[in-house]
C-alpha cells in the first residue's frame, strides 16, 4: 500500500493550498491512506470541527495533533465522538480522545495509526512516549501489521531515538512539529521507513507559518506578541511510503510543493 503523511497544516492558508494540491498528489502517488496533522489547522493553532470537516473533505483519512490540539476547546467533545481525530497517546488518563486508533485503507489494508508527544523541551509533564510506544505498539500488534507512528517533538535527538527505538516494530515513525521538512528520510535497518519531521503546509514567507515582522518584533525586543498566520506564496511538505502486507516499509520520498 502506498501511505501519504501531510506535515503540519497551518491556518487556512495551508487549509486552501491543500485542498488545492491534495487531490492531484494522491492521484500521482496512487495513495491508499493519507494522514494529515492538523493541530495548527485552525488560526495556526489548535482544530476545531470545522476545519477538522476541511481536512476530511480535502482527503485526510486520519487526523493527528500534538501540544496545541488543547488550543481550541470545541474540539474536546469532537475528538470523543470522531475516532479519526487523534491526539497524543502519553497524555494523562481522563483527558479528551484517544491516542492511537485503527482504519481501513481504500486498498482494505489494516492501518494502525498512533499519535505520541515528545518530551525535550516540552512545557508540559507528560508521560514517557517511549513506553508509551512500547504499550501501544503490543496492542496494535494484535490487529494489524502496518503501523504508523507521529512523533511530535521539538528535539531531533528524541525523535531520532524513537526511530531507532521502534525500528522493526513499526512500518513508519514520521517526527512533526518544528515545521521545518528535514532531509533524512531513510528506511532502517529493520524496514521502518523514518524522517525526524515532515514540515509544513501553509505560507513559507514567514517564520514556520507566522508573519515575520511579529517574529522578527520579539526576537528584538523581547517582548511578547500575538501570533498571526502569514500570508502569501503557499507550500506543501508531506512524505510517501510503500509499505507491503507485512507492514515492512519498502520506500520514503519527500514531498515538496511551493508556489
Known amino acids: ?13 495551508g487549509r486552501n493550498y491543500l485542498r488545492e494540491m491534495l487531490p492531484g498528489i494522491i492521484e500521482a502517488h496512487d ?6 496533522n492538523g493541530e495548527n489547522a485552525a488560526g495556526g493553532a489548535g482544530l476545531t ?7 476530511f473533505s480535502a482527503g485526510a483519512d486520519v487526523i493527528t495533533s500534538g501540544n ?25 488518563p481522563g483527558v479528551p480522545g484517544r491516542g492511537s486508533g485503527v482504519y481501513v485503507a481504500n486498498n482494505s489494508t489494516t ?43 521539538e528535539a531531533s535527538s528524541e525523535k531520532i531515538a524513537a526511530g531507532w527505538y521502534v525500528d522493526g516494530r513499526v512500518s513508519a515513525l514520521f517526527g512533526t512539529h518544528t515545521h521545518v521538512q528535514t532531509a533524512d528520510d531513510i528506511i532502517l535497518p529493520n524496514r521502518t521507513a523514518y524522517i525526524t519531521d515532515v514540515g509544513m503546509t501553509g505560507s513559507y514567507e514567514g517564520v514556520i507559518g507566522v508573519k515575520k515582522d511579529i517574529i522578527l518584533k520579539h526576537f528584538l525586543t523581547q517582548m511578547p506578541v500575538r501570533h498571526e498566520v502569514a500570508k502569501g506564496r503557499q507550500q506543501l511538505c508531506a512524505v510517501v511510503s510503500r509499505i507491503n502486507s507485512s507492514g515492512k516499509a ?3 520520498e519527500r514531498i515538496l510543493i511551493r508556489e
Open 1 to 13: 500500500m502506498n501511505l501519504l503523511f501531510v506535515g503540519d497544516v497551518v491556518g487556512s492558508p
Open 31 to 36: 495513495v491508499d491512506f493519507t494522514i494529515i
Open 49 to 55: 470541527k470545522d476545519t477538522a470537516r476541511e481536512l
Open 68 to 92: 496545541h490540539i488543547w488550543d481550541k476547546k470545541e474540539i474536546y467533545s469532537t475528538m470523543d465522538e470522531d475516532t479519526r481525530i487523534l491526539r497524543p497517546a502519553n497524555y494523562p
Open 111 to 153: 492501518v494502525g495509526v498512533i499519535n505520541v508527544c515528545g518530551r525535550v523541551f516540552s512545557p508540559q509533564n507528560l508521560d514517557c512516549p517511549f513506553r508509551v510506544l512500547d504499550l501501544e505498539i503490543s496492542k496494535m500488534q494484535t490487529m494489524t501489521p502496518v503501523i504508523i507512528v507521529d512523533f511530535h517533538g
Open 250 to 252: 519498502e520506500s520514503i
